[in-house]
């Protein structure tokens, strides 16, 4: 899957958990799957527990923290 299909599976909508970055227009958050993964829950596991998500949809989460880190741009303050 390309980089590009897989961003798509990245929605917003202000009407959907707030305006955060969910999954496929589902109300599971990019945030939550981060929030999981950091704290030690395997993919997996993660697919198991939430059986509409799809693998490709862990790796649009981590493609999109990616991307937002990628871009940030950082100074140094002396």
């Not at 390309?2 to 909508?13: A, F, G, H, P, S």
């Not at 950091?38 to 693998?55: H, N, Q, R, S």
């Amino acid at each position: 899957m390309t980089k590009e299909n897989l961003l798509k599976r990245i929605t917003v909508n202000p009407k959907v958990t707030v305006g955060k970055p969910t999954i496929r227009g589902l109300r599971i958050t990019v945030e939550q799957i981060l929030k999981a993964l950091a704290g030690g829950v395997t993919a997996d596991d993660l697919l198991e527990d939430f059986p509409e998500l799809e693998k490709e949809d862990i790796q649009a989460v981590l493609l999109y923290a990616f991307e937002l880190v990628n871009e940030e741009q950082v100074f140094a303050v002396s």
